[in-house]
Nanobody, 126 residues
């Protein structure tokens, strides 16, 4: 069993930056494909970024060039660095782990992820 705990959310002005952290316990995060998703009120949970078991990254078109996903093996933590934030980035951000992914794959479908954190709120003011 793996546990995921997100932190780092908050209120920021448009154009600002935040770094979200996802602390992984129970197993090393490299045992999973890891994803960041976000959900705004009244909307579906959408893929933001993912990192495969071998470190390949993938991004939603809406965040390419602005967000970066990375992992720290020593801290067993996955990060989402968010720059040039926009009001439309406002959402609850969730970290998720997929144990069934192939080594070099990461899914953009929330249904593929079995383990989820509790979420952290990101609010971007205009």
């Amino acid at each position: 069993q793996v546990q995921l705990v997100e932190s780092g959310g908050g209120l920021v002005q448009a154009g600002g930056s935040l770094r979200l952290s996802c602390a992984v316990s129970g197993r090393t995060f490299s045992s999973y494909a890891m994803g960041w998703f976000r959900q705004a009120p009244g909307k579906e949970r959408d893929f933001v970024a993912g990192i495969t078991k071998n470190g390949r990254t993938s991004y939603a078109d809406s965040v390419k060039g602005r967000f970066t996903i990375s992992g720290d093996n020593a801290k067993n933590t996955v990060y989402l660095q968010m720059n040039s934030l926009k009001p439309e980035d406002t959402a609850v951000y969730y970290c998720a782990a997929d144990a069934t992914a192939y080594y070099s794959d990461v899914s953009n479908s929330a249904r593929e992820y079995k383990y989820w954190g509790q979420g952290t709120q990101v609010t971007v003011s205009s």
